[in-house]
């Protein structure tokens, strides 16, 4: 089980280090936290890998949004502040927590384009609208569904430096997640097997996972404990307990 240190966010977040992950954190999904952790650094022994804790972040001032029914998980806006928390120095990666790492984070690295503020895989989702996913969750469909679930950010590229906590504390979630501060151009592409959606890419037509995410519920889920891939997740849950 893992365990952070209560200290300033802007002083975690600053470390100057090979690869900084930022992971969404959900008091409902630890345990997919702990197992998404644990596969990155399992693979990558060098690679920082920061929770994004909603509490933490209203503690310290940083994140005062008010709750909002329709976010599905704590981490839905916090993703968005993280060029703000690396100020605004170097590249780092968010993923949600529901993801599960078979590759090294260095492979993501050939990706690291200076001209994009984003480089994410700009999935083709359209998942049927009204039906429920994870944790009773009812699934909404909209443009650019799932491109924000990873992404490769360019925290020094001038476009993010808007993203300032008073600016994002007051957008909505259509303009965060569609990267509306931004045109079509700064916004680079990264092969589908970096976030591969369970259940909707299929091996051999769609190549082979890199990176798995369990999008519409994983193997912690009641219901979703025998879906694809589960046994690639279980297996690290072993390998997690047994270190």
């Given at each position: 089980v893992y365990n952070v240190q209560r200290v300033s966010c802007k002083d975690i977040y600053s470390v100057n280090i090979s690869m900084k992950i930022y992971v969404g954190w959900d008091p409902r999904e630890d345990i997919a936290y702990q197992v998404c952790e644990h596969s990155i650094k399992r693979r990558d022994a060098d690679a920082e890998v920061?929770?994004?804790?909603?509490?933490?972040?209203?503690?310290?001032?940083i994140y005062t949004r008010e709750l909002d029914k329709l976010a599905t998980t704590e981490f839905t806006f916090t993703r968005f502040f993280v060029p703000y928390l690396s100020n605004y120095k170097g590249w780092a990666v968010f993923?949600?927590?529901?993801?599960?790492?078979?590759?090294?984070?260095?492979?993501?690295?050939?990706?690291?384009?200076?001209?994009?503020?984003?480089?994410?895989?700009?999935?083709?989702?359209?998942?049927?609208?009204?039906?429920?996913?994870?944790?009773?969750?009812?699934?909404t469909a909209y443009p650019r569904k799932n491109w924000s679930s990873m992404v490769l950010w360019n925290c020094a590229h001038p476009k993010n430096k808007l993203l300032t906590p008073e600016f994002l504390n007051k957008q909505t979630p259509k303009f965060l997640h569609r990267f509306s501060w931004l045109e079509d151009s700064d916004i680079g592409a990264l092969p589908h097997e970096y976030n591969w959606l369970v259940e909707w890419y299929k091996e051999p037509k769609d190549g082979v996972p890199k990176i798995l995410h369990y999008t519409e519920g994983g193997p912690w889920f009641d219901g979703y404990r025998d879906c694809e891939y589960s046994d690639d997740w279980k297996k690290e849950v072993i390998n997690l307990f047994s270190a």
């Open positions: 920061i929770p994004l804790k909603q509490n933490q972040m209203r503690e310290q001032g993923c949600d927590c529901d993801f599960l790492w078979k590759i090294s984070a260095k492979e993501l690295e050939q990706y690291f384009d200076d001209s994009k503020a984003v480089v994410c895989v700009q999935h083709e989702y359209t998942p049927e609208e009204g039906s429920i996913k994870m944790d009773a969750q009812v699934q």
